[in-house]
């Protein structure tokens, strides 16, 4: 029986060092057709690079090493090949890549405070957002 064609899995990590400690990512990380990495210690894509956990060219290594990240400004991310896709955050007073993705504890508490008044998550996002609590 052939594998699944039609399904999806993202996954996303604050190391890609986390994948190799659980059997169950390792089996997603090494499955999959793309890997898009954020932007990474030097150091870091070394290390994979030499345990061949990346198997990526040298020059693809380098641009992996130059990605940026400037928080509340932009995110760049690099993967298979050489394209580079930098997000930059839309227009004042939409909700923005960091308002959804937030790991500030302070934002997560404020966001559950609103939720036990009544909110649903999005509602209360976009309040703090438009209220510009968002950290």
């Not at 641009?63 to 839309?90: A, C, H, I, T, W």
């Not at 508490?109 to 438009?130: C, F, M, S």
Request: net charge neutral; proline share 4%.
């Amino acid at each position: 029986m052939p594998g699944n064609t039609t399904g999806a899995l993202i996954t996303g990590t604050q190391s890609i060092d986390d994948y190799y400690n659980n059997v169950a990512a390792t089996v997603c990380l090494q499955n999959s057709d793309w890997t898009v990495l954020l932007a990474q210690k030097a150091e870091t894509i070394d290390r994979l690079v030499q345990d061949r956990r990346l198997s990526v060219s040298p020059h693809i290594a380098g641009q992996l090493k130059s990605l940026q990240s400037v928080k509340g400004l932009f995110s760049e991310m690099g993967g298979e090949g050489s394209q580079r896709l930098v997000l930059r955050p839309p227009a004042p007073r939409s909700v923005q890549p960091r308002d959804l993705f937030s790991s500030k504890g302070s934002t997560v508490e404020k966001i559950n405070r609103l939720k036990d008044q009544g909110y649903t998550t999005v509602e209360a996002i976009r309040i703090l957002v438009e209220e510009g609590a968002v950290e």
